[in-house]
Every structure is written in C-alpha cells, then in structure tokens.
C-alpha cells in the first residue's frame, strides 16, 4: 500500500513523465529564428512540416520498424519540403547551383554511408542509404555519386527540382552582403559588425533525425544544402561521419546542424558519443558541453539532436532558434521552435 502511494505521489510531481522513453528526435535547421520575424502563418507551415516528419518517421517505429528506416523516413519528408535547407529548397552556392550533402548511420554495425555535391538525386539521404549498404565505400562525391545513385534505382531529378525563389533572393542579398562586407575591409565599425552577423546565418541549414527502435537500435541521419553561397567544392560537417552524424548503440545517436567547418574541427558528433563513453556524461551534458562551451569557444554557432540507448535526449542550440521535434514511444509529440 505504501508503495501504491508512493508512485501515485511521484506521477502526480511528474516524475514519470521525466522518464518517458524517447524514440524520434529531429531537427530542421538552427539560426538566428525570431519569433518577430516569424508569421504566424509562417510558424504554422513550420510545425506542420516538422509534425509530418515526425510522423513519417514514427509510423516506422510503431509497426516494429528498424531506427535506419525511420530516420530515412523523417529526413525525406524533410528533403520534399521547400522549408528546410535540403534536397527541395535547398540554398544556392556561388555559382548558382543547388549542391546536396548527407550521410547515414546505424547505430548497431557502425556502419555508414554519406554523399556530397550531388546535384540531380532528389532524396540525397537515400543516396547515402545506398552508399552504405550496396557499397564497399563509406561517402562519394559529386558526379559519381550521382551515377552510383542512378545506378542504384533512386529518383533522378532535373537540377531545377530544387530551385525555390526564396532560396534563389537569399543567394542575392548574400551576393550583395559579401560585397558591401569586402568594401568595408577589416574596419571594426558597427556597419561591418551587423554585415558580418548577418552573414553567419547563411551559413546555417541542414536537417536530421536520430531514433531508437524497439530492438534497442540507435540510428542518426542529416541532410543538407549547405551554406548560401558557398565556393567551389565546399563540403560541410554533415556528410563528414564523426562530424555531424553519428551514432552507437554502446552511447548515442547525433545529427549535428550549424557552422559546419567548426563542428568538423571539434568531431563534433563523435565527441558527444566519446564523452558518454569514456567519462560517462549523460547525453545532455556531452551534448552540452560541445554545443554550449567548445563550439562557441572556437566561434562557431549551431545545435544538434541526440538519443541515448536508454531513450533519453538532448537538443541543445546556441543560436536564437532551433527547428525541433520529439516523439515518445506512446505517440506524444513535441515541437519547439524558439528557446
């Protein structure tokens, strides 16, 4: 009877619902997202798509579906919405084109697949998907991944699939950003301070999942257009394994979404998983430690998403905002937007 009493003391303090095992988290972006620049109508279109992510990705897992699939899932519901930075909507690099990165883990084999610079596959996380399990490679590149995607029996798209107008003006105002920002030089005046803040959100946008299933497999994925106007051959941290996607069923599963050559720099995603493994850290102080105190330290800005074997979570973001969503094992969702 005490013990009856007890539980039903702890329920009601909310204790159990702290230990509710997550089975989806996903993230569509971090970046200077104010709640003054963003529509109401706007924000709606943004929780609906991340609700339909989430969704796709969940419908995996409650029919006993593997975490690889579900995270698959989530990414391309994603990839087909002109929302995010990635596949459809993807940003434009400096010489006008739409260049997709992305890469995949499973968490049980350590295995791992990862394409960049592929222009013409219209879901570039199943082109990693593909890397990793019809392959003797782990990433491949530009046009040759593009004809092993081909070959492999993924969607092939005209390169004009991706182009958004949205994205094609944030290509201008970039353009137009650097150049004032050049003509200014290195003078520390507070016209070439906002240029420069205003700069770094273009070097925001990727999105990722990373799930748990119900053999206790750990699975992350990320995709990304990358950086608005990037140069020539600039790769980021998310097709990089151990950068800004990982995943171990021994710690956790990590998609990492910012200024990619910082996350690259520190292994980001990695380092989470390490800091569990060998100093044992919860999954929210690993992640804590990289996003709040190393990444920023170096100067650089952004989020991840993490999920731990035992269905714990972070989503920790240095930026204003972070497009983000969780779902539980019972079906309960949360989206988050702004801190």
């Given amino acids: 009877m005490r013990f009856i009493l007890i539980f039903c003391l702890l329920i009601q303090t909310g204790w159990a619902a702290a230990q509710e095992k997550y089975v989806l988290v996903i993230h569509g972006g971090a970046g200077t997202i104010l709640r003054s620049q963003l529509t109401p109508e706007k924000e709606t279109a943004y929780r609906d798509a991340l609700k339909a992510a989430l969704t796709a990705g969940y419908d995996v897992l409650s029919k006993g579906g593997s975490s690889l699939d579900a995270v698959e899932a989530a990414v391309r519901s994603m990839e087909d919405c002109p929302l995010f930075n990635a596949g459809k909507g993807a940003v434009f690099t400096a ?168 996350f690259i720099r520190l292994v980001v995603a990695k380092t989470v998983c390490d800091l569990i493994a060998y100093k044992g850290m919860s999954v929210r102080d690993a992640a804590n430690e990289l996003i709040m105190k190393k990444v920023p330290a170096l100067g650089g800005d952004g989020g991840l998403i993490a999920i731990d074997r035992n269905g714990r979570i972070a989503m920790p973001f240095n930026t204003a905002g972070m497009y983000r969503a969780a779902i539980t094992e019972n079906g309960r969702m949360e989206v988050m937007i702004f801190k």
Avoid at 101 to 129: F, H, Q
Avoid at 133 to 159: C, N, R, W, Y
Avoid at 219 to 231: I, P
Avoid at 238 to 248: L, R, S, W
Wanted: hydrophobic share 40%; aromatic share 6%; glycine share 12%.
């Fill in 95 to 262: 010489e006008g084109k739409n260049e997709l990165d992305a890469a995949i883990m499973n968490g049980k084999t350590l295995e791992a697949g990862a394409v960049a610079g592929v222009t013409v596959v219209k879901n570039p996380i199943s082109a990693a998907r593909a890397v990793m399990e019809k392959s003797k490679h782990v990433m491949m590149v530009g046009k040759g991944a593009e004809t092993f995607a081909k070959e492999a029996g993924l969607e092939i798209v005209d390169p004009s699939y991706f182009r958004t107008e949205e994205r094609w003006q944030g290509l201008l105002r970039a353009r137009q950003l650097d150049s004032t920002r050049q003509q200014l030089g290195h003078a520390d005046t507070a016209a070439s301070a906002r240029l420069g803040a205003e700069m770094r959100d273009y070097k925001f946008g990727t999105v990722g999942a990373v799930a748990l299933d119900r053999q206790g497999d750990l699975a992350a994925a990320t995709s990304t257009g990358g950086m608005t106007n990037k140069r020539y051959g600039r790769v980021g941290d998310a097709p990089v394994i151990g950068a800004g996607t990982y995943a171990d069923n021994a710690t956790c599963a990590v998609s990492c979404t910012g200024w990619g050559e910082y």
